[in-house]
């Protein structure tokens, strides 16, 4: 291949560290929260999962692009990253059902990204010294007027996403004559997920973030399904309200990731910010009713409070993550309520936590019987 002179790239974190590297050649300056991927393969739909939007992306995977992009392997109608960052970025691909290079599919959406970066140093820097706001710039902009602006970047925490990238309007996935029904509040739903619904003869209607629970009720459903999403749950008080009357309803619940953390909220359970997060493929979480570990698909900087699940008296914890202890998991005591920290979607990623798709549709199923 030959040999191309690069443009010269910098990544600077808020507390002022700075890593350098090559622009991949689309020019710009982008800023966002930088998190740390250690998944090892389906980059393409972790660039279009819309719970990464408002964040750079730092793959842990050395090589990026090498098998370029396929249209049907997206989470959403679009990339949701602010940015990327990575060790290698292959301007060719090997695949032969690919339908373009990263380059271009980068290039469509104007997302700026740099490679040769030391991403080891990197990683380990935010190990360290914890996830927090970054700019990188392939632009030529001087490092001080970087941190100058990116002292106004607000903080992710309080910071509300979902709005930003959830539907406006109402829309359906599936077969309209599928058994069962399910209303899907979208925080910013990962299509991946609606494809797990389809595969079980359900008919889903996905509605807007703000939407009522007079609502989701309107679809005469079966379920209800609370998406994932970016952002702090916390600002999301007006939703909290909702949920609390799906909780209430008797319907079948199922929540991932921040629907997981508006579920505990909803009974009064705190949530916090981490460290760094979870994020990537290869996450291990214990199953406490059948004590049986699996591998699961994370991506969420948020957490539910641990002890206040533990003392509280219509929750319990299903599910531990195995690195920390975490929460990854809850389930109503009295209800056929139950969330999880992590994406059983598995988009990408194994396919250990696919049963609970088949959980709600039991839990629907018995639902249906008695009504």
Request: charged share 25%; hydrophobic share 35%; aromatic share 10%.
């Amino acid at each position: 291949m030959e040999y191309k002179n690069r443009d010269k790239a910098v990544l600077v974190l808020n507390d002022g560290a700075v890593f350098y590297g090559k622009s991949i050649g689309i020019k710009g300056t982008t800023f966002g929260e930088i998190c740390f991927n250690t998944g090892m393969t389906g980059y393409q739909e972790v660039f279009t999962d819309p719970s990464y939007f408002g964040q750079i992306m730092l793959a842990t995977n050395p090589h990026i692009g090498n098998y370029g992009v396929n249209e049907e392997e997206v989470d959403s109608d679009g990339i949701k990253i602010a940015g990327l960052v990575c060790r290698n970025f292959s301007f060719t691909h090997s695949r032969p059902n690919s339908t373009s290079n990263l380059l271009t599919y980068f290039e469509k959406a104007n997302i700026v990204a740099i490679s040769d970066v030391d991403t080891r140093a990197l990683t380990g820097y935010i190990r360290d010294n914890g996830a927090m706001n970054a700019v990188i710039s392939t632009d030529g902009t001087p490092v001080a007027e970087l941190k100058a602006r990116l002292k106004d970047v607000p903080s992710m925490e309080g910071l509300e996403l979902a709005s930003k990238v959830s539907t406006k309007e109402p829309y359906f996935f599936g077969n309209a004559n599928a058994k069962y029904k399910i209303s899907a509040l979208d925080l910013g739903i990962k299509t991946n997920i609606l494809r797990c619904f389809d595969e079980r003869d359900c008919y889903v209607k996905v509605f807007p973030y703000d939407s009522s629970f007079k609502d989701l009720m309107s679809f005469e459903p079966d379920g209800i399904f609370l998406s994932n999403g970016p952002g702090d749950p916390d600002p999301l008080k007006e939703v909290k309200g909702v949920v609390s009357e799906v909780v209430d309803s008797g319907l079948p619940v199922f929540g991932i990731c921040l629907g997981h953390q508006l579920i505990a909220m909803s009974q009064g359970v705190s949530t916090y910010k981490m460290f760094t997060g979870h994020r990537g493929s290869n996450h291990p979480v214990l199953n406490v009713a059948t004590n049986r570990g699996e591998i699961t698909s994370q991506n969420h900087g948020f957490a539910v409070n641990k002890e206040e699940v533990e003392n509280h008296n219509r929750l319990e914890i299903s599910h531990l993550h195995l690195n920390d202890g975490t929460v990854a998991g809850i389930r109503m005591k009295d209800k056929d309520v139950f969330s999880v920290q992590y994406h059983p979607e598995s988009s990408p990623g194994p396919h250990d936590s696919r049963y609970l798709f088949d959980e709600f549709v039991v839990n629907m199923e018995k639902y249906k019987s008695k009504n």
